[in-house]
């Protein structure tokens, strides 16, 4: 079998992604890597230390101390900021309202994605993101760049919070999306957008079964021996 296939799948904020991503992963036995994640435990590290995002020299020294890992549990990946699990406080409102502005800093951008090519090399993997199939891996033998009605995806989010317990409203999380899918789209540093061989999946009306299927549909050729 193949050994280096790379699945990268793109897509706006909340469009479940990672649902798929880790389903795949889990299907196929790949990797599954977050690497909206890693943006996230970045802003983190960021607002504990009240780094100034402005300032490239203490943008510098703060990527140099930071250390991420992930700790696979059941595809359910974990990730480590210098040690620390931080994987449910990286998912709540602060984090995704500062997070657009951190990742569009070119420096946090170079440092991810060299750690993101490194962890790919040589590997089955499946990676979630922004720009996997534009920037960290453009020549991955499968793309999909996801997609779904507005609506729908804020609701989805809504339940999830809601769900873990925070107090969020639903136009909350509405303006949230629209202005972090705003800010993705149209940042200078590999912004936001569909690579020319990419697949679009809408998921508006699909379930979570149709979906996995979709993309297995695509993936499956490449694992047949040649
Ligand atoms: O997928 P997510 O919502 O957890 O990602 C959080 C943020 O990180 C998202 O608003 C944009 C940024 N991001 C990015 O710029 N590039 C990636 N490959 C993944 C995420």
Do not use: W
Request: with cysteine; net charge negative.
């Amino acid at each position: 079998m193949n050994k280096n296939i790379v699945v990268a799948i793109d897509g706006y904020s909340s469009c479940g992604k990672s649902t798929l991503a880790k389903a795949l992963a889990k299907k196929l036995h790949f990797i599954y890597i977050d690497s909206g994640a890693m943006y996230r435990a970045v802003t983190l590290y960021f607002l504990r230390n009240n780094i100034d995002l402005e300032n490239d020299a203490q943008v510098k020294k703060a990527l140099e101390e930071i250390d991420l890992n992930f700790h696979s549990r059941d595809y359910n990946s974990h990730i480590l900021l210098n040690g620390e699990d931080v994987s449910d406080e990286i998912r709540q409102m602060h984090i995704s309202e500062n997070v657009s502005a951190v990742s569009a800093i070119k420096q946090v951008r170079e440092a991810m994605v060299k750690q993101q090519q490194k962890m790919g090399k040589s590997k089955n993997i499946v990676m979630d993101g922004r720009d996997i199939g534009t920037t960290v891996f453009p020549h991955a033998q499968i793309k999909l760049f996801m997609t779904a009605d507005p609506k729908v995806r804020a609701e989805r989010r809504y339940k999830e919070l809601i769900a873990k317990g925070e107090e969020v409203t639903l136009e909350e999380i509405f303006e949230n999306l629209a202005h972090r899918d705003y800010l993705d789209t149209t940042r200078k540093e590999s912004p936001l957008t569909r690579a020319e061989d990419a697949i679009i999946l809408d998921n508006t009306e699909l379930t979570e079964a149709e979906q996995l299927n979709f993309a297995l549909d695509r993936v499956v050729p490449f694992l047949e021996p040649a």
